[in-house]
């Protein structure tokens, strides 16, 4: 490329560029303000009254009011439920992060007989459709006396989360620089010290993603624990929402708090989590 | 090193929460339970004011559960069948949940204990609509998942203890007044209904619109056209048209022309009417977004939860058409809720007793006056002291014979999806996707081929 | 040196060296001791749920009565046209549900690669951009329809905003859910912008995988940012594109909630799609059908892992 050349299209391409990156940002703002609207919506609606909700749909409460929130608090008996759902998102997020690295680690870097087909099955699975699934769920709890157990429903939802979690653990595994492994097993090491001192540490960021996916989906699960408990106490958060969902008139203003109050200890998880997220590429990776 | 130690930190931290909470908490209670469910959070008060009631005569304790959505109602029914967990006193949906737990044996039949005495005790025709006919039974088919040959004729699966009718229309008195309209008499029949609507709605189309919930497509057929088709129709015409033989059938020109009555409401309808649900109508029509509200008897608790004044609210059952075969029209209450005992339950005759307490005059005026609807059993007016539910009161007839329309008996329809399909199909009307005689020719196939696939 | 490693080398393409070295370790069945967890989990769980929803979808059953009745392929033969009220439905879910299948994987995983990009590389208020971002995926459930039916509604945002900026034509006097034409729409874009943050989340992880020095050796050639992007990144990136149009198109033929709770599949049937027919079957019909809805479940899921199988081939083709 001549110098001539290489000029003239730099002063086209930056003014193109410029041009671009205004609507690039545009597009951004806007894209922000629709992620954003739907959780500032619900903190408006914990700020206002019954029939103000119905009424003024607008994100500003006329009359800004604490009794909401207070009052759901106690409807949804928030600490009660509160422990049930860490207890049930914690430890499916605990066993997650057990068993998969493992799986995702073998199928990246080790060589043993069936693996492409167990691979294959993993992968399958993700495809089975969960309607059909429910029932037979809930009997195997019954027939394995786990019923009335957080095990109940968090077997199943680590279950369900093999594919996905095992799909990207292997990626990102498989991304990591063989020349690591091959040091450290001229150091010594068994297959597990590398796993466990090597590949495991690096991967701190496709271990948030899945620890923060599957989280979220633990926290939202309803229908299991409804099923599989007969004990309010035993509830986590979801299942008491769907309560206030189902008196005969209701009331919104308390869905929309009883919402915001299921949501926030994700949020805090999410913003304490992501902070140990890499950031940037891979160059950082060395040594 | 540091890393592992707080790992093994964390994971002893969880396993003893969760060895905590998998202990199962409270120990041995001295009292016997009777477990009750329900499908709707709105009852739960008034069963457990009546369990406690007859608790305390008993030596009881009554607890009432619920379980929402009616999805989630049926899925843990169903899986406690399977795990051998069914509570004693299951609420069911009368006429048809209940016929469909007794086929599957999940339910008592309750006959030999349904003597004549407790069955004076409720309103009329609610104890002919509870029990199950023949025709039903024949009509219910061999499909696996919905006959009913193992139940007997006349039998009784299920108490009712919640009644109703739908088919009621309220006004807004105000509203109507502000156009024009006499709001001190009812219409008396359909045209005379649409015009009153075309004025209120001329007045003032953001508010003086027909709402109901659409976005449950069976709200419009089973609250509005059912009643009205009826009585254009007459009995037999309206039974034949969805029989097997379809006679007439559904894109004759009488049947059409219900249709096209039907169709006068397109223009009336509140915007955005396909989209509301039914709680979201009765929250339109209370908050004054709506004129005319089609709903039941137990719309009654959701408008007097909105806070709507009373005085201001008229009540009229859906009227007939001047054109038609019945020029005036009663609405005798149906079962719509009932209690059923499981055959597992270990307290079956308390079961039985607590039901009976439920149904007494007693229990059903306690039951009423904390639910805010209509008990299947007859209570005297002046232990009502709510005035909507007085008013309603009156909509329900005493009356039986051609003139009555039975609501819910569905004991002509054949098995299957063909209700619902049949409920999406009209909702073209008010879309305006559709001309009542293409929609004719529509339902008549629909209803061809269900009954084809029967056979 | 290691040069543009590329994700998912698929098993046995590796070089004999790695072959060698793994061999070093502790024997074949190491592997299979890692994979033991995972698999004896799915043994007790996985297996017994897929056989008996498999079976289940060779017999008709309601839920309630005490026996399955077998019928062997007809309900499959039901399905797809032997019982016409049942096929029909079922047709006129399956052609929106094409439209779902098509639409929602291709603006997920632009969207959510494009947030990825931008997410990366700035510099300033990343954890705030990235919480703002992932906000819808967190807070689903039925706050967000409500106030997504807010928006469509006939004197909602939405509406309000088209006719400030003078657009009254497109204004909707049903509202958005309300008018058979806009409402599949209306609720295709909620469905997108739910499933974003998840395309967004894996595409961050899966760009922590590039090396620098990739990225540094085409800038030295010349190339501009967009061409970096399009050339190099996105090619490394494929394995994770695969896995979120894999996961998208489960969405699409899976995903009742949405449609459940904004539309019930309405009005007339605009709105009905596969997933929600599955669960209709199942759970809300009058006569529920568990065999149905079973059968209906897994032609979906026949349908879906050919699909995944044909974009993974594409994809492949193209590194």
Not at chain 2, 81 to 108: N, R
Not at chain 2, 224 to 251: E, I, N, T
């Amino acid at each position: 490329m001549s110098t001539m050349e290489g000029a003239k299209t730099s002063i086209a391409s930056r003014i193109t560029g410029r041009l671009v990156g205004v609507l690039a940002i545009a597009a951004f703002a806007v894209y922000a303000v629709v992620s954003v609207f739907p959780f500032v919506t619900m903190i408006s609606g914990s700020l206002k009254t019954n029939t103000e909700v119905l009424t003024n749909p607008w994100p500003i409460p006329v009359n800004p009011t604490f009794d909401t929130l207070v009052d759901t608090w106690n409807a949804l008996d928030f600490p009660t439920l509160l422990v049930n759902s860490l207890i049930i998102a914690g430890l499916s997020c605990l066993l997650i992060l057990v068993i998969f690295p493992l799986a995702g680690y073998a199928f990246a870097v080790l060589e043993f007989p069936f693996k492409r087909v167990l691979f294959a099955i993993f992968v399958g699975a993700l495809f089975v459709p969960g309607v059909t699934v429910l029932l037979p769920i809930v009997i195997l709890d019954q027939q394995l006396g786990l019923l009335g157990t957080p095990w109940a429903v968090v077997l199943p939802i680590v279950n369900g989360a093999a594919p996905i979690a095992i799909i990207l653990l292997r990626a990102y595994f498989s991304s990591v620089p063989f020349e690591l492994h091959e040091a450290a097993v001229l150091d010594g090491c068994s297959p597990f010290g590398i796993y466990w001192r090597i590949y495991f540490p690096l991967s701190r960021s496709a271990l948030i993603t899945v620890t923060v996916l599957n989280f979220v989906a633990a926290w939202n699960e309803y229908v299991l624990p409804a099923l599989t408990n007969d004990d309010a106490s035993r509830y986590p958060l979801p299942v008491g929402l769907q309560a206030l969902l189902s008196s005969n008139v209701v009331q919104w203003n308390q869905v929309m708090a009883a919402s915001l109050l299921i949501v926030v200890p994700i949020i805090v998880l999410f913003v304490v989590l992501q902070r140990y997220f890499i950031n940037g590429l891979q160059g950082s990776v060395k040594g | 090193m540091q890393r592992s130690l707080k790992a093994v930190a964390l994971v002893t931290a969880f396993a003893t929460v969760s060895a905590l909470a998998a202990c199962s908490t409270g120990g041995a209670s001295s009292e016997e339970v009777l477990s009750v469910w329900t499908f709707k959070q709105s009852e739960v008060e008034a069963l457990q004011a009546v369990g406690d009631a007859w608790g305390s005569e008993n030596e009881m304790k009554v607890e009432v559960s619920v379980y929402t959505p009616d999805d989630a109602y049926a899925t843990k029914i169903q899986s406690a069948a399977k795990a051998g967990t069914l509570p004693d006193v299951l609420s069911v949906h009368s006429q048809g949940e209940d016929w469909k737990l007794a086929q599957a044996g999940i339910i008592k039949d309750l006959t030999d204990v349904f003597d004549a005495d407790w069955q004076g005790q409720f309103l009329p025709g609610i104890v002919d609509a509870a029990a199950i006919t023949q025709t039903q039974i024949d009509n219910s088919g061999d499909d696996p998942t919905s006959t009913l040959k193992d139940l007997e004729a006349g039998n009784f699966y299920s108490v009712p203890f919640l009644a109703g009718t739908p088919g009621v229309v309220f006004a807004r008195k105000s509203l109507l007044e502000a156009a024009g309209v006499d709001s001190a008499t009812p219409p008396t029949s359909w045209e005379e209904w649409v015009e009153s609507m075309t004025a209120t709605v001329e007045n003032d189309p953001a508010t003086g619109g027909l709402v109901t919930g659409l976005s449950v497509p069976e709200t419009g057929l089973f609250w509005l056209y059912r009643p009205m088709a009826y009585a254009y129709l007459g009995k037999d015409a309206f039974y034949g048209r969805d029989s097997v033989d379809q006679s007439p059938s559904w894109d004759s020109a009488e049947s059409v022309e219900t249709l096209k009555l039907y169709d006068q409401l397109s223009p009336l309808w509140a915007p955005g009417v396909l989209s509301l649900g039914i709680d979201q109508a009765d929250q339109a029509f209370a908050d004054g977004s709506a004129a005319w509200d089609v709903g039941g008897t137990f719309t009654l608790s959701s408008l007097t939860t909105f806070g709507v004044d009373a005085s201001d609210i008229s009540v009229f059952p859906v009227p007939p058409s001047t054109t038609g075969k019945i020029q005036t029209i009663a609405y005798p209450a149906s079962p719509l809720i009932s209690g059923a005992v499981t055959n597992t339950s270990k307290h079956q005759d308390e079961a039985v007793s607590f039901l009976k307490y439920l149904t007494s005059v007693e229990g059903a005026a306690l039951f009423a006056s904390t639910a805010l609807d209509l008990p299947a059993t007859a209570v005297p007016e002046s232990a009502l002291t709510d005035p909507l539910l007085k008013q309603l009161v009156a909509v329900i007839a005493t009356t039986s014979g051609d003139e009555t329309f039975a609501p819910n008996d569905f004991s002509a329809q054949p098995a299957g999806t063909v209700l619902h399909d049949a409920s999406v199909l009209l909702t073209n009307l008010p879309a305006k996707t559709d001309t009542p005689d293409g929609l004719g020719r529509s339902m008549s196939e629909l209803y061809t081929a269900a009954w084809a696939a029967i056979k | 040196m290691s040069g543009s490693r590329s994700l998912l080398t698929s098993a046995g393409t590796s070089a004999p060296r790695r072959r060698a070295s793994s061999r070093r370790l502790g024997g074949r069945f190491t592997g299979l001791l890692f994979v033991a967890p995972a698999a004896a989990l799915f043994a007790v769980f996985g297996v017994y749920t897929i056989v008996y929803g498999f079976l289940l979808s060779f017999a008709r059953w309601n839920g309630f009565s005490p026996n399955w009745t077998w019928t062997g392929i007809q309900n499959y033969l039901d399905l797809l046209g032997a019982n016409p009220p049942l096929a029909s439905s079922v047709r006129v879910a399956a052609q929106n549900t094409l439209v779902v299948m098509i639409v929602l994987p291709i603006a997920v995983s632009a969207i959510g690669l494009v947030l990825a990009v931008m997410l990366n590389s700035v510099r300033r208020f990343r954890a705030l951009l990235r919480t703002v971002y992932f906000l819808p995926y967190v807070t689903t459930g039925i706050a967000v329809f409500y106030a997504w039916r807010f928006v469509y509604e006939p004197n909602g945002s939405l509406n309000a905003i088209l006719s400030a900026l003078g657009l009254t034509s497109l204004v909707q006097r049903e509202g958005f859910l309300g008018n058979p034409f806009t409402s599949l729409a209306a609720v295709l874009f909620v469905l997108i912008w739910a499933n974003v943050p998840i395309a967004m989340l894996l595409y961050l992880t899966g760009l922590q995988t590039i090396p620098e020095s990739v990225v540094e050796a085409a800038r030295v050639d010349g190339a501009s940012s967009v061409r970096t992007l399009r050339s190099v990144i996105l090619p490394l990136l494929n394995p994770i594109t695969a896995l979120v149009v894999i996961i998208q198109l489960r969405e699409a033929l899976q995903n009742f909630q949405v449609f459940l709770l904004m539309t019930n599949g309405g009005p007339v049937d605009s709105t009905q799609v596969l997933g929600l027919r599955t669960y209709q079957l199942a759970f809300l019909d009058r006569t529920t059908d568990l065999g149905y809805a079973s059968a209906l479940g897994w032609m979906l899921a026949a349908v879906a892992i050919i699909l995944a199988i044909v974009n993974l081939r594409i994809l492949r083709s193209r590194q």
